[in-house]
């Protein structure tokens, strides 16, 4: 019996250029995984992420900053991760401006 079909996080990095780009890798019931590809963008200061579920997001290249609500803003390199709570008020606000950020999120519930 053969493999299922094998992918890598890293192959090919799309271009965020214009935009951060959320790709799906895993959807099932109370959890979603997605891969995302930043290039410099940041969160407008009056447009905050804030989801439903938990998110805990892991940083595999680039860096990054995020900043939570009633928190301190904390610098990531890659392998650093962070459990976002639901309706927690979060920014992004910094990816790195000369290689490709990207992240793992899994949203859970």
Do not use: K, Y
Not at 14 to 29: H, Q
Not at 37 to 51: H, I, L, N, R, Y
Request: net charge negative; proline share 7%.
């Amino acid at each position: 019996m053969s493999l299922p079909a094998i992918a890598n996080l890293f192959a090919p990095l799309p271009s965020a250029a214009a935009g951060e780009i959320f790709t799906e890798l895993l959807a099932r019931p109370g959890v979603r995984i997605e891969r995302i590809v930043s290039e410099g963008q940041v969160t407008p200061e009056d447009s905050p992420f804030v989801q439903d579920a938990d998110e805990w997001v892991l940083l595999l290249a680039g860096s990054a900053a995020i900043r939570l609500e009633a928190h301190d803003e904390a610098m990531l390199s890659p392998g650093d991760h962070l459990l976002i709570s639901g309706g927690t008020r979060h920014w992004v606000t910094r990816t790195d401006l000369e290689v490709p950020t990207v992240w793992l999120a899994i949203h859970l519930g």
